[in-house]
């Protein structure tokens, strides 16, 4: 007789995952930003979790929850994070982390499993302190004189405050053991309508997009916004604003298919509708899965600074602050995905890229990685309406861990 595939109980993943969403709670969502309180008491709470899946865990010292299983035989390592964006979704992050625990739970729990998935957390995937800190950690890739550098976007916390009020001071960080894993998977939402909207249940991700960001900053002449003429005004904040629509009108002849680019915060200094700003600032961000298509486009991004330059009125200058290389996910993880999705979800999944990071991407660098997607309703995410039907969440979870038994399976079958 054989053996029957062990399965994911869908009962406990969705109430693993609303019992995460009432940390933090907001709305219908959450609001869990890195080393919050709430962000932290759902990385003690996943660390409590990992005993029932035959795994010894804790927080590093950058944040992560890393763990480690006994059982003999191939290590998978699988998760995702458990911050949100400020008054976000509830599944973006912490639908991979519980597929991955409950992964764990039935695999590490089967003697008839060769093998164990070890559970992860990565601290700050969502960027509040810097970008991939916690996956780049255990990369090897974040220095302390990063951690030091690193500060809350939203309130302006150092890192090293936050570390220390979490009691994590001193603690270390664990780095990647080259050769443990055979490789890392993460489950997460799709974030975009491509699922629902062909009736799909499972993507198996291609690749993951590079994310570039700058820092815009226009220099012009702080004075009196009722003495100054228009004609000899020297407004930082006119400058960025056409700034912002010539990017619109040249970036479309330069850009590729699925090129995305977003402005993100504006800052006026002094900000006043008294005082004509002096200095302004934008934060901006350039994404593309071919690194010479944001090549191109930051050319045109200096092109345009120096035609501004050049007019003489104001002055602009463009940092560039964050350069993510985009990653392709291991062919034989996205075999493992499909196969498992053509016994659990009909055969209905698709291959696709993804524009959203994810620190699979990160943990390509290191490990041959590989992402499963599940559909986001309406492709809404990064707010706090952000769902996904039960029922599809039970299907992910499914195909999820027969994927994990079918690479753990596979990787044993080659020794
Ligand atoms: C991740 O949350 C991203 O912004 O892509
Ligand atoms: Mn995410
Ligand atoms: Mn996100």
Request: net charge neutral; glycine share 10%.
């Amino acid at each position: 007789m054989t053996h029957p595939a062990p399965s994911a109980d869908g009962a406990r993943v969705l109430a693993d995952l609303n019992a995460l969403r009432a940390i933090g709670a907001y709305k219908a969502g959450v609001h869990r930003p890195t080393f919050s309180e709430a962000h932290l008491a759902s990385l003690q709470w996943l660390v409590a979790r990992l005993p029932e899946a035959g795994l010894t865990g804790a927080i590093d010292g950058i944040g992560n929850v890393l763990s480690t299983s006994a059982k003999p035989g191939p290590k998978l390592l699988a998760g995702s994070h458990l911050e949100s964006q400020n008054y976000a979704g509830w599944l973006d992050g912490p639908l991979g982390v519980i597929y991955a625990l409950e992964a764990a739970r039935v695999l590490n729990n089967d003697p008839a499993i060769m093998g164990s998935v070890e559970v992860a957390a990565w601290c700050d995937e969502e960027g509040h302190f810097g970008h991939f800190l916690g996956s780049r950690s255990y990369a090897g890739s974040v220095t302390e004189a990063d951690i030091d550098a690193a500060a809350d976007r939203t309130s302006g916390r150092s890192m090293r405050a936050a570390l220390q009020a979490a009691g994590l001071a001193g603690v270390a960080r664990v780095q990647c053991e080259r050769g443990r894993h055979i490789g890392y998977l993460e489950a997460h939402i799709e974030q975009g309508r491509t699922l629902e909207s062909e009736r799909l249940k499972i993507g198996v991700v291609t690749s993951i997009v590079g994310i570039w960001q700058y820092r815009i900053t226009f220099s012009g002449e702080q004075n009196h916004a009722g003495t100054t003429r228009m004609d000899e005004r020297k407004d930082a904040g006119l400058a960025l604003a056409q700034f912002c629509v010539a990017i619109d009108a040249r970036f479309p002849k330069l850009c590729g298919p699925r090129t995305v680019w977003t402005t993100g915060r504006i800052t006026l200094d002094p900000g006043a509708p008294s005082i004509i700003p002096g200095r302004a600032e934008m934060l901006f961000q350039i994404r593309d899965a071919d690194v010479a298509v944001v090549a191109r486009l930051e050319q045109a991004l200096h092109a345009m600074a120096g035609e501004v330059n050049g007019q003489g009125r104001c002055s602009v200058t463009v940092d560039c602050i964050r350069k993510g290389t985009p990653a392709l996910m291991d062919d034989r993880f996205q075999q493992a995905i499909e196969a498992a999705s053509a016994s659990l979800a009909s055969g209905k999944s698709l291959r696709m890229p993804s524009g959203a990071g994810h620190d699979a991407q990160v943990l390509a660098t290191i490990m041959p990685a590989g992402m499963l997607f599940v559909p986001s309703i309406g492709g809404i995410s990064h707010h706090w309406t952000e769902n996904t039907a039960d029922e599809d969440i039970v299907t992910g979870a499914r195909v999820f861990v027969d994927t994990c038994r079918r690479l753990l399976a596979s990787s044993t079958a080659g020794r």
